[in-house]
């Protein structure tokens, strides 16, 4: 595994942060008029509001202290536990801030279909590259599964190729799906089915290094547990935004960004509590 030069890496993520604020500031700045009204006018919308804040700041505070654990380590690696999920959570932050407009505009019905479609995109475009941090994870896991019941090792070379198989095609499947997808209706009727899965594999992924002490830095079976919250709160979700459109009341809303939140605590608790393993 190739170490990594933490100047580089920090002066990155403080460029892609910088755009990506940038890119939100713009957003709302040409559709604070929209927002304003909406917030004002529909029920419970300022609560949602709140609580999407909430969120973003609690999500933001978990990413920055694992890239902070992260950098004080005396090598840092690429797909590092701590970098992984660092990023899983930055990204979910960003998408957080995402969401509140894109809330917005689908359920108000603001914009056109075309563009409507394109902010679904760019939306699922978000929830792909989160679930590409823990799939690393996942994938590692998986080949220490195929290792242990054939009884072979495989070779460094062999290792990194079947992760890049593996990620290769997710990547490859997944940015097609988006691309080609010629309604929100489909994207939102088969993507959010396939990140449950990948989410749920991962979960067991997780118990399964925790069984076998694995991932000495991470409490597995915390985030394992954390993991099957995510799945809850992202089928839950679909229930309360489909029942928050029908009935025109963003408090369902609100109760979806609650659920969501604990399911992130749970997961965060993973990397502050440390297997027994780890302590002997």
């Known amino acids: 595994m190739k170490k990594q030069n933490k100047k580089t890496w920090k002066l990155a993520l403080i460029v892609v942060n910088l755009i990506a604020i940038l890119l939100w500031t713009l957003l709302y700045y040409f559709t604070w008029d929209v927002v304003i009204i909406t917030v ?11 609580i999407s804040i909430a969120r973003v700041i609690l999500i933001v505070a978990m990413s920055s202290f694992l890239y902070h654990r992260w950098f004080k380590q005396e090598e840092i690696y690429l797909f590092d536990a701590f970098f992984l999920f660092a990023s899983f959570f930055l990204i979910l932050g960003h998408g957080k801030i995402y969401d509140f407009i894109y809330a917005i505009f689908y359920g108000t019905g603001t914009f056109s279909l075309e563009f409507t479609l394109f902010l679904v995109k760019m939306r699922y475009v978000l929830v792909v590259l ?16 195929y290792e242990l019941r054939r009884d ?15 990620i290769g095609i997710y990547i490859t499947t997944s940015g097609l799906f988006i691309a080609l997808s ?25 118990f399964f290094m925790y069984r076998n002490k694995r991932l000495s830095k991470v409490h597995g079976f915390i985030v394992g547990i954390g993991f099957l919250i995510f799945v809850a709160t992202n089928l839950i979700r679909s229930i309360l935004t489909a029942r928050a459109y029908q009935d025109y009341n963003a408090i369902w809303l609100f109760w979806s960004q609650v659920f ?11 990397f502050l509590v440390k297997p027994s393993f780890a302590k002997k």
């Open 130 to 145: 989160m679930a590409l941090t823990i799939l690393f994870i996942g994938t590692d896991a998986s080949i220490i599964l």
């Open 260 to 270: 969501d939140m604990i399911s992130n605590i749970v997961i965060f608790l993973g």
């Open 40 to 50: 004002t006018t529909f029920p419970f919308a300022d609560w949602f509001a709140v």
């Open 152 to 166: 072979k090792e495989l070779t460094k070379e062999g290792r990194s190729k079947a992760k890049k198989w593996i």
């Open 182 to 206: 010629p309604s929100s209706e489909m994207l939102s009727a088969v993507l959010p089915y396939l990140m449950i899965f990948i989410y749920l594999i991962c979960a067991i992924m997780f």
